[in-house]
């Protein structure tokens, strides 16, 4: 009885908090493992949207990761003087708002056709 409580509870844990980790994974990916490159980035933000529609995750996930680099980017323009590494924070986080408009569309969208059945 106690370990199903606790392993509901984790999963569900689990679960709440996969929009967040894939976000990060993306961002994570891009910089470390596809080191900027721009068709393996593009692809590793670009697959958030069918992921965020299919499971019906918040579009503003994304937008608001984008948000944050985006102050990092400057931070690290004004502050540390390091420009290159501004640049690439900038350009993942216009791929988080590509990501975010096309998701907060696509759940737009689906209210209006909900709306009007």
């Known amino acids: ?19 967040y980790l894939l976000v990060m994974t993306s961002i994570l990916l891009s910089h470390f493992v ?8 593009f692809i590793s933000f670009i697959i958030l949207v069918p992921i965020f529609a299919y499971f019906k995750w918040d ?13 990092l980017a400057a931070i690290f323009l004004s502050f540390m003087k ?19 408009v096309a998701t907060l569309t696509i759940e737009y969208f689906r209210e209006e056709r909900t709306k009007n059945n």
């Not at 009885?1 to 929009?19: A, C, D, G, V, W």
């Not at 994304?62 to 102050?71: E, N, S, T």
């Open 34 to 41: 596809f080191k900027g490159e721009d068709l393996k980035t």
């Open 1 to 19: 009885m106690f370990y199903n409580q606790i392993r509901q509870s984790l999963k569900h844990e689990i679960l709440t908090q996969l929009p």
């Open 59 to 71: 579009g503003r996930i994304p937008v608001g990761y984008a948000l944050i680099l985006l102050v």
């Open 82 to 100: 390091n420009e290159a590494f501004a640049n690439q924070l900038a350009i993942y986080a216009y791929w988080l708002l590509v990501v975010g």
